[in-house]
């Protein structure tokens, strides 16, 4: 079929295809921006020398003010338009970049950061509803968000490596640096090739509820996030609540608007709700487990950096064969069971890390490594789908952002309750000799990297190695388990026929195929 009469039946000719390739590739940079960072820690604090205050806040602002604008911004880009709205984002991302590659001190570098979540905030839900918007046709919207999603999850997982290529040629700025050719190509193909969509001109942004939204959202991710790195104290009680009681007003202010921020009445649909849930807890599992996973592969297994980020590539490639297989599954076995079942397999894959983590080689790791990106690729690619067609087309922003937001959201606690967990079974499976010494023994305890500093005891890292594996398999068995119960949930919950609205918009198009 030609690309005009492709064009003519409602399906995505070349133009949409590469229109998608400018779209993959700013959700790439993103995933690999979240991830990509902590390997130049080590270097950016001898050379700028920040606080541990400030540490943590270069590491944690982006991600506090890319979730807590993503609501607000994905209904400015119904507003305003999403493609003027992502261009926008785009130069300012690249514009953050290059300030961040260049501070000469923690300030700036924390100022930058924040200014690169407030870019990355523009562009996430932007992305996914100018997809929703060009592929009209059901099967191919399909695999244009697996697309998208396997930009996501590869970028997530291709950080460590990406960071460990550029960190053995270049100083810490190149992690930043490389965003700007990237960004400049997105501007010239975006302006280029992208279509104008937007939403209704009546519908403007309920600011306060925008307030609101970043009032619920960034103080939980600050508790959780606070959790993981310091674990329980007042200041996380106190986060939480405050996040809480923002979310219990904003979502009072959304059920009394004409035009609420966020449709909840959304939630009350199965296949919404359902696929929220399940693309928080796909990435909850696949997040939590790369933040602690990096650490048994460069500590336990005495990998560098870039040979950890390429045992990590076996997840990264099975997130991109989802591509071929997801149009197939769907249309075999329908979302809810598809998506339950890409979660139970997501599951085995994280029992096969464990099986394999006390093993001498790599296979089976790797082996498991590519179940578990299989199988949360899948999960992803039809969750989101299922979400971003939940609403008409004008309100695919607003859509996209609570996909997103799920997504930051499930990244943070999984980092937070399973780095958490990680972490207390680490100290309870520890058993050091009654002659250690005591700063030996409270580094030890501290963390396993805390064991690896301390200098000319072999014995304290084995038991401590040794103790960091057990609790890496109990870990991950857990999270296998939680994953089961969701795939079992999802298969319930979220319908397996295909929406109405598809069958009769295929057939519509199937009548104008020539014969």
């Known amino acids: 079929m030609s690309e005009v009469m492709e064009t003519a039946t409602g399906r995505a000719g070349r133009r949409e295809w590469a229109a998608l390739a400018a779209l993959v590739s700013v959700v790439l940079l993103l995933a690999i921006d979240g991830t990509v960072l902590y ?81 990355g905030a523009t562009l996430m839900p932007s992305t996914l509803s100018i997809v929703r918007a060009v592929f009209t046709d059901p099967r191919q919207r399909t695999t244009a968000i697996a697309v998208w999603s396997a930009g996501a999850t590869a970028g997530a997982a291709a950080g460590p490596l990406v960071g460990g290529l550029l960190l053995e040629h270049f100083w810490w700025g190149s992690v930043f640096l490389i965003n700007v050719p990237v960004m400049a190509v997105v501007l010239v193909a975006g302006a280029l090739l992208l279509p104008e969509s937007r939403g209704t001109g009546a519908h403007a942004v309920d600011w306060l509820s925008s307030v609101l939204s970043i009032v619920a ?95 990590e590539l076996p997840t990264t490639l099975a997130s991109l064969a989802v591509i071929a297989v997801v149009g197939v599954l769907v249309a075999r076995f329908g979302a809810g069971r598809t998506i339950g079942g890409a979660l139970l397999v997501a599951a085995i894959g994280l029992a096969g890390i464990g099986w394999a983590a006390t093993s001498t080689g790599f296979w089976g790791l790797g082996i498991a490594l590519a179940v578990l990106g299989l199988g949360v ?32 959201m499930g990244g943070a606690l999984g980092i937070a309750v399973l780095g958490s967990i990680q972490l ?39 038991r401590a190695a040794h103790a960091f594996t057990t609790a890496l398999q109990s870990t991950s068995y857990l999270a296998a388990a939680l994953l089961v119960v969701a795939g079992v949930v999802a298969w319930r919950v979220i319908p397996s026929h295909r929406r109405a609205a598809d069958k009769e918009q295929e057939q519509e198009q199937e009548q104008h195929e020539p014969v």
């Open 39 to 119: 390997l130049a820690v080590p270097a950016l604090t001898a050379d700028i020398r920040p606080s541990a205050t400030q540490l943590l806040w270069i590491g944690d602002i982006y991600g506090f003010v890319l979730a807590g604008l993503l609501i607000t911004m994905g209904n400015l880009a119904d507003r305003i338009g999403r493609k003027r709205l992502l261009l926008i984002g785009a130069g300012a991302f690249g514009a953050a970049s290059v300030l961040a590659a260049l501070a000469p001190n923690a300030e700036t570098l924390i100022a930058a950061r924040a200014l690169l979540g407030v870019a």
């Open 217 to 311: 959202i960034v103080p939980l991710v600050y508790a959780v996030k606070h959790w993981a790195g310091t674990g329980l104290d007042p200041t996380v009680a106190v986060a939480a609540l405050i996040g809480v009681a923002g979310g219990l007003l904003f979502l009072r202010r959304q059920s009394r608007l004409a035009l609420p921020l966020v449709d909840i009445s959304l939630f009350r649909m199965p296949a919404f709700s359902g696929a929220v849930l399940s693309t928080a807890l796909s990435i909850f599992a696949f997040l939590g487990l790369l933040f602690f996973f990096s650490q048994y592969l460069q500590l336990v297994r005495g990998y560098g950096p870039l040979q950890a980020g390429l045992a």
């Open 377 to 408: 690729g899948v999960a992803m690619t039809l969750s989101t789908d299922a979400v971003v067609t939940a609403v008409p087309k004008e309100r695919a922003g607003a859509a996209s952002s609570i996909a997103e937001t799920a997504y930051e």
């Open 424 to 462: 207390a079974r680490y100290r309870a499976n520890l058993e050091l000799g009654p002659g250690t010494d005591p700063g030996a023994a409270a580094a030890a305890r501290d963390s396993l990297a805390g064991a690896a500093g301390v200098a000319g005891d072999s014995d304290i890292f084995t």
